[in-house]
């Protein structure tokens, strides 16, 4: 399975941008696809994830109200639209995808598999 993360830019402070990936490869069955992101000197923090029938979707508190996440399972795609975005969202985010995840294991990134190749989103104050 391979990723595809686009969408990432620079913006100002309380601006939005929208990232897509799409998955190829394979058809992926009861899998989860969700966003990480990483700055700096920090480790990778999930931010948000779907499940396949795009009912259940998870955030990471810190972009709770600001980023919704949206699916196409026909396309195997994924959206994260950031919202309000603040300096501290600056990171690389990557997309990653896996199949039968616990639930409960949604937010860490040792669950995902398969992971795309990073966009970076740069928030200017």
């Known amino acids: 399975v391979q990723l595809q993360a686009s969408g990432g830019g620079l913006v100002q402070a309380g601006g939005s941008l929208r990232l897509s990936c799409a998955a190829s490869?394979?058809?992926?069955?009861?899998?989860?696809m969700g966003w990480f992101r990483q700055s700096p000197g920090k480790d990778r923090e999930f931010v948000a994830a779907?499940?396949?029938?795009?009912?259940?979707?998870y955030f990471a508190d810190s972009v709770k109200g600001r980023f919704t996440i949206s699916g196409d399972n026909s396309k195997q795609t994924v959206w994260l639209q950031m919202n309000n975005l603040k300096p501290e969202d600056t990171a690389v985010y990557y997309c990653?995808?896996?199949?039968?995840?616990?639930?409960?294991?949604?937010?860490?990134?040792?669950?995902?598999?398969?992971w795309g190749q990073g966009t970076l989103v740069t928030v200017s104050s």
């Open positions: 990653a995808a896996d199949e039968n995840i616990i639930l409960s294991t949604i937010r860490n990134s040792l669950s995902y598999d398969y």
């Open positions: 779907i499940r396949w029938n795009g009912r259940s979707t």
């Open positions: 490869g394979r058809t992926l069955r009861n899998h989860v």
